[in-house]
T-cell receptor
Framework: GEQVEQLPSSLIVQEGASVLINCSYT??????FPWYKQEPGKRLQFIID?????ERKQTQRLTLLFDKKTKHLSLHITATQPGDSAIYFC???????????FGIGTRVLVRP | EAAVTQSPRNKVAVTGGKVTLSCNQT?????MYWYRQDTGHGLRLIHY???????EKGDIPDGYKASRPSQENFSLILELATPSQTSVYFC????????????FGPGTRLTVL
């Protein structure tokens, strides 16, 4: 089955700096890649997604890049704020969309 | 706003006991999911459902049963709880018709002693 890997597992940045989270997957049948954010003690919250027919998607301070050939994604967060402190999860789904496979998450701490 | 609720929010159970975790969604989504979250594993899919009366096995179904009596409700049942099932459990709902985002509940922290 699909396997999703995320790196790094954790990172600490100063407020205002940028963050880069890398994600790779194994199943070439995966076509949909949503990312979720989980603040401490809270539910997972959708933040951005990309489909396999795209290479780049941007919303506000988030940029998601997708390389189908290498099965690799990267999430770039710019101008970080303390409210960005959370665990970020990469996930992958096939076209049926009935099952998401998650990475183990990247814990981001933004210091004021 | 999407709304997925779970009950109870916290549960302490004894080994060998029966535990039922409940999930309710008001999104009118056909698909519902149960995950568990453990350190070092991220979220793993236990069971999911395409609609009332349907349940499907996810990636780690052993030791768990699921029930979908209606569009709104999806339950996860641990017939004989074990300490290895101590975890945080999340329910989610999502639309059908292709890959779409899922909406998550607040989670249930289950401790099996």
């Amino acid at each position: 089955g699909e396997q999703v890997e995320q790196l790094p597992s954790s990172l600490i940045v100063q407020e205002g700096a940028s963050v880069l989270i890398n994600c790779s997957y194994t199943d070439s049948a995966s076509v949909y890649f949503p990312w979720y954010k989980q603040e401490p003690g809270k539910r997972l919250q959708f933040i951005i997604d990309i489909r396999s027919n795209m290479e780049r998607k941007q919303t506000q301070r988030l940029t998601l890049l997708f390389d189908k050939k290498t099965k690799h994604l990267s999430l770039h967060i710019t101008a970080t704020q303390p409210g960005d402190s959370a665990i970020y999860f990469c996930s992958a789904s096939n076209s049926a969309g009935n099952k998401l496979t998650f990475g183990i998450g990247t814990r981001v701490l933004v210091r004021p | 706003e999407a709304a997925v609720t779970q009950s109870p929010r916290n549960k302490v159970a004894v080994t060998g006991g029966k535990v039922t975790l409940s999930c309710n969604q008001t999104n009118n989504h056909n698909n519902m999911y149960w995950y568990r979250q453990d350190t070092g594993h991220g979220l793993r899919l236990i069971h999911y459902s395409y609609g009332a009366g349907s349940t499907e096995k996810g990636d780690i179904p052993d030791g768990y049963k699921a029930s979908r009596p209606s569009q709104e409700n999806f339950s996860l049942i641990l017939e004989l709880a074990t300490p290895s099932q101590t975890s945080v459990y999340f329910c989610a709902s999502g639309e059908t018709g292709g890959a779409n985002e899922q909406y998550f509940g607040p989670g249930t922290r289950l401790t099996v002693l």
